[in-house]
Structures are given as structure tokens and as C-alpha cells.
């Protein structure tokens, strides 16, 4: 049976690793494993892929979120806004530091946070909100950063699945007050192994930042901040920094291949795109698309070899690690009926047209068998 999984790595790991392995070597070579030149060389070239300031490497994309959660001072008893369908790890980094995630529910167009209903989640003890750039798509950073500017709260972007969206010339990780990238290997820029970073424009934040990833230190052994060992390995640096150059290739190939697959779904009776490709600022990190009968749909798409995955088949409401919050079944309509009707296809650049044609001619047979 042919089959294609959500995510391969492997072509473009074929592809790259003489440039990757000498990366490594040279690493290796000069020994320079924690906070080497290395990093020091891809933060500026990440900085001026983002267009901002500074670049702070961390271990993972949940620290770069929970580092900037410290960074602007968000304590226990603060409140911090975000959408509740999104990956578990933007919840979990509020809670991580002693703060409230406060839920917002989603747009059905989008799947990102929905701003008519930001205002009213916030309280007298809300610090900040956190925009989610879900499946490559930019959230609403302009109706956002109004709010939080209005409101006097902090702006964080979750910018962990949408390295190079853009919206007018400007790039993901260039809006909030900070921004957290992952660079977990399956993100569409990817390490190989974990890794993340926050972007910023403030001095003061990136200082502080650079100190709370390292032991609260800038001076060995003189610590002025209650840090953590939260640094971006030399030799991930040095494979991200290889990678980095090969990002707009990627994301024009993962572009090209949403707009082949809504062109070829269009006629698919049911069948909803939900990244729409007429976005030109969407990298794609996802296709998601809402079918009817979607648990029949999947399991069908499964069992015919096809990798296609839920993303996320629980709003965080749901999820029993934040039941503590107490919110009831019922409390997100939209992002629970979403869970209920979306799926995700295979997408990875190196998809060839052959194996993505067998993608929606296997989708359009299943559909047509319907109950
Ligand atoms: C992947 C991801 C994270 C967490 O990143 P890690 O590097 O895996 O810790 C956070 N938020 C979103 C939206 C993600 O997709």
C-alpha cells in the first residue's frame, strides 16, 4: 500500500546533510558547545530574517513562551489571555508561571483567536495576551496590539507554527512585545533536536532574557535574575543557522501545494478549507480542511496509508491537565465544534504532486462512500 505520512523529513535531510554535517564538524572542532559563536551568528541572522532587534536562542519553543511570561514580569495571580485551541504548550507555559490562562474562543474562519471577544476577558488582573499565529496564519495582530496598547497589557506572539508569515511587509515575530518561535524538528523550521527563541525590539526584555536563560547571569557566577538553564545548544544553532537559508524556498513550496489542494478539493461537497491559500501571508504550517463524518473520514484516511492528524482534537478547556480552571463543556462553541470537524493533510515541501494527488484522489473516494 502507498503511503504518505503528515511530516518526512527525510528528503530534505538527504539534500542538506554535506552543509549540516560540516556545520556540526566545525562546532565540534572549536568546542564551543553552550553559547558558542555559532548561536551568537544565528540569533543575528534570525533577527534580520524576523526584522527586529534581538533573537535570544532558548532550549524550546514552551521556554521562549514561558521566558517571555518572566521576562515581562507576568507572576502568580496575573491573568495572561489566549486562544483555546491552540497546541497544550501555550497554556501550559501560563500555568508554569503561577499565572491564569484565561480562554478565548476562536474564529471558524481561521481557527484563530476570535478579537471580537478579547476585550471582555479582560480583568483588573490581566498582564497580557498571547496571539496564536495557528497552522502558519497569522492571527489579528493589528486588532491585538489596539487592545493591549489601549489596555496597557503586554502582546506575546505564539509564532511557533509561522516562521515568515507576513501581513504588510512585516514578519511574525516583529509584532507583539515578544515572540516565541519553536524549532522543534517537525516546525517549518526545524532543528534537529528541541530548540526555540524569543524575538523582540526591547532592549531591556532581550537583556533580561539573555540573563534568564543562563542562570539569571551576565557575569559567571554573579546571578541577578532567578533564572533557568534555558539555552540553545551551539550545535542546533549552527544546523538552524543552515536551514534558515533554505526557509523561503520551503515556504513558497508549501504555498504552491495549498494552493493545489484548494484547487483540487473546491468541488468537494462538504468539504471547507480552512487555511485559505488566497492568503499570501500564511506559511502553511498545516492544510487543514473541515469534512463531514470526520472521525470516519480519518480513521478511512488512516487505514489507506494516508498520515492525516487532528490538530488538536482537544480545545484546552478539555484538556484534564487544565481542568482546575473549571470551565464547562460548552464554553468555546466554536473551537469545539471545530475539534469535532477538522482535519489535517500531509504538507511538508518535499511532498511530490504524485503523492498529493494520491492524497485527494483517496479523500474524494472516502468521502463518496459515505454513510
Ligand atoms: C510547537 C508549539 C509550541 C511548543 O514548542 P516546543 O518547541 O515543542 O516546546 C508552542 N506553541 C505552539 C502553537 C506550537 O505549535
Same mark, same amino acid.
Given at each position: 500500500?502507498?503511503?504518505?505520512?503528515?511530516?518526512?523529513?527525510?528528503? $530534505?535531510l538527504?539534500?542538506l546533510?554535506?552543509?549540516?554535517?560540516?556545520?556540526?564538524?566545525?562546532?565540534?572542532?572549536?568546542?564551543?558547545?553552550? $553559547?558558542? !559563536?555559532?548561536?551568537?551568528?544565528?540569533?543575528?541572522?534570525?533577527?534580520?530574517?524576523?526584522?527586529?532587534?534581538?533573537?535570544?536562542?532558548?532550549?524550546?519553543?514552551?521556554?521562549?513562551?514561558?521566558?517571555?511570561?518572566?521576562?515581562?514580569?507576568?507572576a502568580?495571580?496575573?491573568?495572561?489571555?489566549?486562544?483555546?485551541?491552540t497546541?497544550f504548550?501555550?497554556?501550559?507555559?501560563?500555568?508554569?508561571?503561577?499565572?491564569?490562562?484565561?480562554?478565548?474562543?476562536?474564529?471558524?474562519?481561521? +481557527?484563530?483567536? %476570535?478579537?471580537? !471577544?478579547?476585550?471582555?476577558? =479582560?480583568? +483588573?488582573?490581566?498582564?497580557?495576551?498571547?496571539?496564536?499565529?495557528?497552522?502558519?496564519?497569522?492571527?489579528?495582530?493589528?486588532?491585538?496590539?489596539?487592545?493591549?496598547?489601549?489596555r496597557?497589557?503586554?502582546?506575546?506572539?505564539?509564532?511557533?507554527?509561522?516562521?515568515?508569515a507576513?501581513?504588510?511587509?512585516?514578519?511574525?515575530g +516583529?509584532?507583539?512585545?515578544? +515572540?516565541?518561535?519553536?524549532?522543534y524538528?517537525?516546525?517549518?523550521?526545524?532543528?534537529c533536536?528541541?530548540?526555540?527563541?524569543?524575538?523582540?525590539?526591547?532592549?531591556?526584555?532581550? %537583556?533580561?532574557?539573555?540573563?534568564?536563560?543562563?542562570f539569571?547571569?551576565?557575569?559567571k557566577h554573579? #546571578?541577578?535574575?532567578?533564572?533557568?538553564?534555558?539555552?540553545?545548544?551551539?550545535? $542546533?544553532?549552527?544546523l538552524?543557522?543552515?536551514?534558515?537559508?533554505?526557509?523561503?524556498?520551503?515556504? $513558497?513550496?508549501?504555498?504552491?501545494?495549498?494552493?493545489?489542494?484548494?484547487?483540487?478539493?473546491?468541488g468537494?461537497?462538504?468539504?471547507?478549507?480552512?487555511?485559505?491559500?488566497?492568503?499570501?501571508?500564511?506559511?502553511?504550517?498545516?492544510f487543514?480542511?473541515?469534512?463531514?463524518?470526520?472521525?470516519?473520514?480519518?480513521?478511512?484516511?488512516?487505514?489507506?496509508? =494516508?498520515?492525516?492528524?487532528?490538530?488538536?482534537?482537544?480545545?484546552l478547556?478539555?484538556q484534564?491537565?487544565?481542568?482546575?480552571?473549571?470551565?464547562?463543556?460548552?464554553?468555546?462553541?466554536?473551537?469545539?465544534?471545530?475539534?469535532? %470537524? =477538522?482535519?489535517?493533510?500531509?504538507?511538508?515541501?518535499?511532498?511530490?504532486?504524485?503523492?498529493?494527488? #494520491?492524497?485527494?484522489?483517496t479523500?474524494t473516494? =472516502?468521502?463518496?462512500?459515505?454513510?
Open positions: 500500500m502507498k503511503t504518505v505520512p503528515l511530516v518526512d523529513l527525510s528528503e $530534505q538527504k539534500r546533510s554535506p552543509e549540516l554535517e560540516a556545520s556540526i564538524s566545525a562546532v565540534l572542532e572549536r568546542g564551543d558547545f553552550i $553559547q558558542g !559563536q555559532a548561536l551568537q551568528r544565528f540569533e543575528e541572522n534570525f533577527s534580520r530574517y524576523v526584522g527586529c532587534r534581538s533573537t535570544v536562542g532558548v532550549n524550546s519553543g514552551t521556554d521562549a513562551l514561558r521566558l517571555s511570561l518572566l521576562a515581562l514580569g507576568v502568580p495571580g496575573d491573568e495572561v489571555i489566549l486562544p483555546v485551541n497546541f504548550a501555550t497554556g501550559a507555559a501560563v500555568s508554569s508561571v503561577g499565572a491564569r490562562p484565561v480562554f478565548v474562543d476562536v474564529d471558524k474562519s481561521d +481557527a484563530n483567536l %476570535d478579537c471580537s !471577544q478579547l476585550e471582555a476577558a =479582560i480583568t +483588573a488582573r490581566t498582564r497580557a495576551v498571547i496571539g496564536v499565529h495557528l497552522f502558519g496564519r497569522l492571527c489579528d495582530t493589528d486588532a491585538i496590539s489596539e487592545v493591549c496598547r489601549r496597557g497589557l503586554a502582546f506575546i506572539e505564539d509564532a511557533a507554527q509561522a516562521h515568515g507576513s501581513r504588510g511587509g512585516r514578519r511574525a +516583529a509584532f507583539g512585545d515578544a +515572540a516565541a518561535f519553536s524549532f524538528p517537525g516546525k517549518n523550521l526545524g532543528a533536536g528541541d530548540g526555540g527563541a524569543v524575538t523582540t525590539d526591547d532592549p531591556d526584555l532581550a %537583556d533580561r532574557l539573555f540573563k534568564l536563560r543562563n539569571g547571569q551576565q557575569e554573579h #546571578h541577578e535574575l532567578l533564572g533557568l538553564n534555558s539555552r540553545l545548544d551551539t550545535i $542546533q544553532a549552527a538552524l543557522d543552515v536551514k534558515l537559508r533554505y526557509l523561503d524556498e520551503w515556504t $513558497q513550496a508549501r504555498r504552491s501545494l495549498a494552493a493545489a489542494y484548494a484547487r483540487g478539493l473546491s468537494l461537497e462538504g468539504v471547507e478549507v480552512l487555511t485559505r491559500p488566497d492568503n499570501e501571508q500564511s506559511v502553511f504550517h498545516l487543514v480542511i473541515r469534512v463531514p463524518e470526520r472521525d470516519r473520514v480519518l480513521t478511512a484516511l488512516n487505514e489507506s496509508g =494516508i498520515g492525516a492528524q487532528v490538530h488538536y482534537p482537544l480545545p478547556h478539555r484534564p491537565a487544565f481542568a482546575y480552571l473549571d470551565y464547562p463543556e460548552g464554553a468555546f462553541p466554536v473551537a469545539e465544534q471545530l475539534s469535532r %470537524d =477538522i482535519l489535517s493533510l500531509p504538507l511538508y515541501p518535499e511532498l511530490s504532486e504524485v503523492d498529493q494527488e #494520491h492524497v485527494m484522489v479523500l473516494r =472516502i468521502l463518496n462512500e459515505r454513510s
